[in-house]
């Protein structure tokens, strides 16, 4: 069984279980709305061997990426995180100066992007070092941007340079750790400024963030609304080669569909805001399930797929 097939799976044995007003499994976060306010959370984990690899990145730096991947989801939900959860496994020889200088990164992380740390839980493991962080964050509710929101006609667009992560890790694996794209791979910044802001934004439909490379990523989205896609393939703001950043992942941009007519003033406010462009890669089709790249508005016959966990 797949990632998704599985996640499936789940989904169909809890339909019987009663929601208590919560949209739950599909989204970055669920989402739980009382008046005029909504509560989102979300959890996510990092595995020692699946993950990281302990003698190849310090201890801080998986402590900042621990919790940079959950602030993530929150952002991208169009919503801004207030608090995380902290659940580790710690085998003996991880259980001292590593855990500490793990604790010293996840909270530097917190302290930059305001979120308290509330609660947690602590065990011993007897192979591997287990992280479990979960985050919860708040909005109005009208801010929500959920996958299944996305139009025909909406543009789709991205927040940030695609590959840089993937780059970095393919030269991690061939031994060269100090590169700036190495760092970028260790050491993600997640876009919470950038998440809230585009929320409070009518003219943006669907978002969600790019963890596994927009190739799977921007199916997501199209399921969930039953739409297609074109993307202009010479539009993708690449970092390195199209496939590494179309397919890599993990590069917790945000990736984005927004009101066609509305784009251009959207586009120019954001660019004011953050200094740096809102990427327009594409457009959402009426045709739905069918993913097309294009080069020069003509669709190629390419088989680009996203980061598959399992
Ligand atoms: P993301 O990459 O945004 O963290 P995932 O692809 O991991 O999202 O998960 C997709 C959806 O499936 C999310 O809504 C998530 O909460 C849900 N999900 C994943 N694993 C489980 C699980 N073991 N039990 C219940 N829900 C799950
Ligand atoms: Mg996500």
Redesign the pocket.
């Given at each position: 069984m797949t990632e998704f097939g599985f996640?499936d799976k789940?989904a169909s044995m809890c339909r019987s279980l009663p929601d208590n007003g919560w949209e739950g499994?599909?989204?970055?976060c669920?989402v739980l709305l009382s008046g005029d306010r909504a509560t989102v959370v979300?959890c996510?984990m990092l595995v020692e061997g699946v993950h990281f690899l302990r003698h190849a990145a310090p201890a801080h730096i998986i402590g900042r990426k621990a919790l940079a991947v959950n602030l993530s989801?929150i952002a991208?939900m169009g919503a801004r995180p207030t608090a995380a959860l902290l659940s580790i496994a710690l085998p003996d020889d991880a259980a001292g100066a590593w855990a500490e200088e793990f604790m010293a990164g996840f909270t530097q992380m917190a302290s930059e992007h305001g979120t308290a740390l509330i609660g947690g839980d602590t065990t011993a493991s007897k192979q591997g070092v287990s992280i479990s962080v979960t985050v919860i964050g708040t909005a109005p509710a009208a801010n929500i941007k959920r996958r299944s929101d996305a139009r025909a006609g909406d543009i789709v667009a991205v927040t940030g340079m695609l590959g840089e992560s993937g780059a970095g890790l393919q030269q991690i694996l061939s031994g060269r750790c100090d590169t700036p794209a190495a760092h970028a791979h260790m050491n993600p910044a997640p876009h919470t400024a950038e998440g809230e802001w585009l929320g409070s934004r009518r003219e943006v439909h669907a978002m969600?963030?790019i963890?596994?490379g927009i190739a799977s990523d921007l199916r997501h989205i199209m399921e969930r609304s039953g739409v297609g896609a074109d993307i202009d393939t010479e539009h993708v703001p690449a970092f390195d080669d199209l496939r590494t950043a179309l397919c890599a992942g993990e590069d917790y941009k945000l990736l984005l569909t927004a009101r066609a007519d509305r784009f251009g003033l959207l586009a120019a406010d954001f660019e004011a805001r953050f200094r740096r462009p809102l990427y327009k890669i594409g457009h959402i089709t009426a045709q739905a399930g069918l993913l097309r790249w294009l080069r020069g508005g003509t669709p190629e016959d390419v088989d680009f797929r996203g980061f598959v966990h399992f």
């Open positions: 996640i789940i499994i599909g989204d970055d669920a979300s996510d989801d991208a969600m963030d963890s596994d």
